[in-house]
């Protein structure tokens, strides 16, 4: 006979984390019978809430932006390492201003709360939170990215970046502690799962099937990551819900060494192991190098015998996560970085980076692609002139167009195409927040757009699927990767002008027309065949 013995799955130390006080108010304490109740107002989530997701559209932990630095200060770093980590600490450094948030998909709002049992609010907790995420997107200059099904191909922007994914627990105690994050499709769309069976589960073939499916997040989601990968779970959703928390670095805490009562744990050992191997695949900080990932989390929960889930997930450079706390004391948010400044170098970026080839883009479109074939995949750029901005639903529409045997609008055939969504403008700006989107979603427009004369260049961020590059090779065109995430940098220091042009009541979704001055970028496909990833994320 065995007693019972109870251990939490997810068994975390007490937390460490570094609080400002909101506010003392709408929080008081009550009596029934000998039992002392914390009674907390619906203004307390609201304005926790709100601040929370106000917070992390525009502020950083600390000890990302040492990551970042840290880039700046390792000798192994490569010049493209050092200028992605310098370019990410300038972006933070405009959005700490509050004005433009650091990326602009400011993302989907995703609270976890962990509700004491000796709390009592009367009312509906997730209404209360969700307030706290209309209001900040409603005053600030975030963008909204939830769709509302109105059937099941028809879809209308809900105009509120509601509804957010609220999930709320109780717990023993007094206290009501939450953890904010705001997902972007970038990283939000790099949670894979993988059902697997107890063959993996050996050194070599754990490090070996890791490898694979470590190269195929590509650089979409905008590296370095935070790389969280789980091994097990009583569940398949279970596995990948703790691979998102340890992403944020939620379950640090975690004990390091199994037991019989099946408690996750981290495996120190192996986060070291996987973190060097993702220095071995020369992805690095976007456009190659050692700094894929800033560090690795890897967990391992218990399992059916017959189940054998592996989760990855990641946390992008815009690495947007909070804690929040509701105690008698008061209403309390994690502090963030309010001057991330402190972790710019003294030396310029001239004494970090390579030779950049200047690019006139108000010169003729053949003109550009001749110089654009002088040069290797690789090469930095600083691109300077007219473009124009289409993402996924104006590709759809021009598909449209041409299936309709209406033609190739002139100006996706007069100017280099940006794949990207721009977040709201603040006053006395030319543009909000404006960083590129996922390339990848545009793969299969690139053929048939540049046998009708269009998209010969294109600019967005991560890599593209093999069609795009066989097309670039017959048709004479270049995909260029931008910088994904200093979104704000680029609207404060590259974006001079934004102009509708076409679709406008598709809102961040239309045809744009934009100016840009010493604007980043990087030959990732060239007209020869050649792709920067090809060697690199291959199986």
Known sequence: MIDFQFEKMLPLKKESTTYRKLTGDYVSEFKVGSQTFLKVEP???????????????????PGHLAQLRKILDDSEASPNDRFVALELLKNANIASGFVLPGCQDTGTAIVMGKKGQNIFTGFDDEEAIARGVFETYQTSNLRYSQLAPLDMYQEVNTGTN?????????VPGDEYHFLFMAKGGGSANKSYLFQETKAVLNPAGLLTFLEKKIKTLGTAACPPYHLAVVVGGTSAEYSLKVAKLASARYLDSLPTKGSKLGHGFRDLELEEKVHQLTWKTGIGAQFGGKYFCHDVRVIRLPRHGASCPIAIAVSCSADRQALGK???????????ETNPAQYLPETTEA??????????LNRPM???????SQYPIKTRLSLSGPMIVARDIAHAKIKERLERGEGMPEYMKDYMVYYAGPAKTPEGYASGSFGPTTAGRMDSYVDQFQAQGGSFVMLAKGNRSKAVTEACKKYGGFYL?????????????????????????????AVWKIEVQDFPAFIVVDDKGNDFFAGLTQD
């Open 43 to 61: 203004d307390a989530l609201t304005a926790l809430t709100g601040e929370a997701m106000r917070d992390i559209a525009h502020l950083l932990r």
């Open 366 to 372: 053949k003109e550009i692609r001749q110089t654009l």
């Open 326 to 336: 509701i105690t008698r004391d008061g209403v309390f948010l994690e502090q963030l």
């Open 481 to 509: 990767g931008s910088i994904g995430g200093p979104a704000a940098r680029l609207a404060k220091d590259c974006i001079k002008k934004v102009d509708v042009l076409e679709y406008q009541e598709l809102g961040m979704e």
């Open 351 to 360: 004494h970090l980076t390579s030779a950049v080839v200047k690019i006139d």
């Open 162 to 170: 509601l509804p957010a994914q609220i999930e709320l627990y109780a």
